[in-house]
C-alpha cells in the first residue's frame, strides 16, 4: 500500500498537468512504413487541430510527407520536417531545443499505439527536462508493444542525454 500511493499521487499530478496545459503544437515521431499510418493519421488530426504547428522528427521522404499533408489540405507552411534523429531518444533530443526556444510548454505527441510507451518514457525524460508537457497520441496498429526492456533502455540513455547531452546514437540505431 505504501508504494501503491505515491504512483497515485504522481498519476494524479501528471493528468492534472496534462489537463492544464493546452498543446501549441502536435510533435510526431517518424517511422515510415509503406502504408504511411503516421503521416496519415497526423494529417486527419491536424485538420481538428488548424492552429498547431506540426513537428514531425524522422519519417518518410520530405516529398512523399508533404504530399500526405496537403491532399489532406493541410498547408504546408504549418509543417517543420527535421530528419536529424536516428533513433527515438534523438527523435527529442533534436528539437526539444527548437520547441523550447519558440515558446511551446506542450505537444500533442503522436507515434504508433505499440511503440507509445518507449515514446512516453523518453518524453517525460527530456522534455520534461526542459518544462514541456504532453499528451499522447496514439496511431493504431496491429503491433503488439514494443518489449519493456527498449522502454528502460531508452529511458536510462534520456537521462544520460539530460545529465552530459550525449545520446548515444552513434552506436545506436532502432526502428520507431
Known amino acids: 500500500m505504501l508504494l501503491i500511493l505515491p504512483l497515485a499521487l504522481l498519476w494524479s499530478y ?3 498537468q ?3 496545459h493546452q498543446p501549441q503544437a502536435i510533435l510526431v515521431l517518424g517511422g515510415s512504413t509503406r ?3 503516421r503521416e496519415k493519421f497526423t494529417a486527419d488530426f491536424a485538420r481538428k487541430h488548424p492552429k498547431l504547428p506540426i513537428w514531425i522528427s524522422g519519417g518518410s521522404p520530405p516529398s512523399v510527407t508533404k504530399k500526405v499533408f496537403s491532399k489532406a489540405g493541410i498547408d504546408s507552411r504549418r509543417l517543420r520536417l527535421d530528419y536529424r534523429a536516428n533513433n527515438t531518444v534523438e ?3 533534436t528539437l526539444v531545443g527548437e520547441l523550447e526556444s519558440t515558446g ?3 505537444v500533442y505527441l503522436i507515434t504508433s499505439d505499440f511503440h507509445m510507451r518507449r515514446a512516453i518514457v523518453v518524453g517525460e525524460i527530456v522534455l520534461g527536462s526542459r518544462g514541456i508537457h504532453f499528451k499522447p497520441v496514439s496511431v493504431p496498429s496491429d503491433h503488439s508493444p514494443e518489449p519493456l526492456a527498449k522502454s528502460i533502455r531508452d ?3 534520456s537521462l544520460v542525454w539530460v ?7 552513434d552506436q ?3 526502428e520507431h
Open 155 to 157: 529511458g536510462v540513455r
Open 18 to 20: 496534462s489537463q492544464l
Open 14 to 16: 501528471k493528468e492534472i
Open 104 to 106: 511551446i510548454k506542450s
Open 91 to 93: 527523435n527529442f533530443t
Open 163 to 169: 545529465a552530459t547531452g550525449y545520446t548515444g546514437g
Open 35 to 37: 502504408k504511411l499510418e
Open 172 to 174: 545506436l540505431q532502432d
